[in-house]
């Protein structure tokens, strides 16, 4: 599926007649290269741990079976899903593979390296500044709303609050909370 929505994105950004092109999919180097000189390329990094228990509970708790998962915590992240949750902004932003092997700060350089290219970048932690740039940089004034609330936000709570549960989220989200934390010190 993620393969197909790059594909997608790759299209629509490829012929002339769009002007606005969106995904919540995979935006690597080449794609990014390909095509920055004709498309502003924007996104907003979300917190590692905070996405991963997100996806978690948004993916357990929600009314549709599309991709729900039937895991307990404990096996989710033991497994194979859980481990690709926690690489998420390494795997969409470099050529990493679903599984980071000992290349995980060449894939590092290589996410952060593509994320300069982009026109605005910002975090959900600091989305006023975000905003501002996406004012300064089109000359537009956004109106963020809420959307996707978490289905089962106490259970949220309930996982960040057991110390050692988080210390296995931070080790599953190792590589993405090293790229955030440089991407920090780099350009917020």
């Given at each position: 599926m993620m393969h197909c929505r790059e594909h997608v994105l790759a299209y629509n950004l490829a012929i002339q007649r769009n002007y606005f092109g969106r995904?919540?999919?995979?935006?690597?180097?080449?794609?990014?290269?390909?095509?920055?000189a004709e498309w502003d390329f924007v996104t907003i990094l979300r917190h590692p741990v905070d996405r991963w228990i997100s996806e978690y509970v948004y993916n357990t708790y929600k009314q549709s079976d599309w991709v729900k998962n039937r895991l307990s915590l404990d096996e989710y992240l033991g497994s194979s899903k859980g481990g690709a949750s926690g690489n998420y902004l390494v795997r969409y932003f470099?050529?990493?593979?679903?599984?980071?092997?000992?290349?995980?700060?060449?894939?590092?350089?290589e996410a952060l390296g593509n994320l300069a290219r982009f026109s605005v970048v910002g975090t959900l932690d600091n989305l006023e500044t975000w905003?501002?740039?996406?004012?300064?940089?089109?000359?537009i004034a956004l109106d963020i709303p809420k959307v996707n609330s978490s289905p089962k936000n106490e259970r949220a709570e309930e996982i960040r609050s057991?110390?050692?549960?988080?210390?296995?989220?931070?080790e599953a989200c190792k590589y993405?909370?090293?790229?955030?934390?440089?991407?920090?010190?780099?350009?917020?």
């Open positions: 995904g919540h999919c995979k935006c690597r180097p080449q794609l990014v290269q390909a095509f920055s470099s050529d990493a593979p679903s599984g980071l092997n000992g290349n995980s700060a060449q894939y590092i350089e905003v501002s740039r996406m004012n300064d940089h089109f000359g057991d110390a050692s549960l988080m210390k296995r989220i931070e993405d909370l090293e790229l955030y934390d440089r991407y920090l010190e780099r350009f917020e």
